[in-house]
């Protein structure tokens, strides 16, 4: 005997989403939001909310001054604007002080018959030699360091013959 064909389910692809069971809070919710929602006016303020005290800013530092660089090129050009311009007439040629910076260096000023001159060496023949630390070589430089109170201090040593150093301090003006 013919044995009977039994129908096949077939899946039927939509899209419609499955039926989803309602909860009990999902229907509150759906009542809230349906009941209209009454916005009140501000009320004034009795007094206004005392805001937190501002600590102090902290004090602002100055600006550190920069220090000027310190190098036997710069004491040079200085020493060189001052003995650019100044008159040498009837100084004794020739004339060579050398100057020795302390743990920075030597330069040398020299009036000789080809001209003024101001190199970073040493002189050999030199009539003097004037030695100190750089600062207080600076500040002689600058005119802020008399010699008299800068040998007197011993800030400034010197050696050799002195009536040409006094030569040379008086027509560079320091």
Request: aromatic content about 8%; proline content about 7%; hydrophobic content about 45%.
């Amino acid at each position: 005997m013919a044995e009977a064909k039994k129908p096949v389910a077939k899946a039927v692809v939509t899209d419609a989403k499955p039926a989803v069971k309602a909860t009990t809070t999902d229907v509150k919710a759906e009542a809230v939001a349906a009941k209209p929602v009454e916005v009140k006016a501000p009320q004034a303020a009795a007094a206004p909310a005392k805001k937190p005290e501002a600590k102090p800013a902290p004090a602002k530092k100055p600006a550190a001054k920069k220090e000027p660089e310190k190098s036997i090129d710069v004491l040079q050009n200085a020493l060189w604007a001052k003995f650019e311009k100044a008159n040498t007439d009837g100084a004794d040629i020739p004339l060579a002080i050398q100057i020795d910076v302390y743990d920075f260096g030597t330069l040398y000023l020299a009036l000789r018959d080809d001209g003024k001159h101001v190199q970073p060496y040493p002189y050999q023949g030199n009539d003097g030699v004037l030695s100190g630390s750089y600062d207080n070589i600076a500040e002689f430089i600058d005119g802020k360091l008399s010699f008299h109170d800068a040998v007197l201090a011993k800030k400034l040593n010197f050696y050799g013959d002195l009536r040409k150093f006094l030569a040379v301090r008086k027509f560079l003006d320091i």
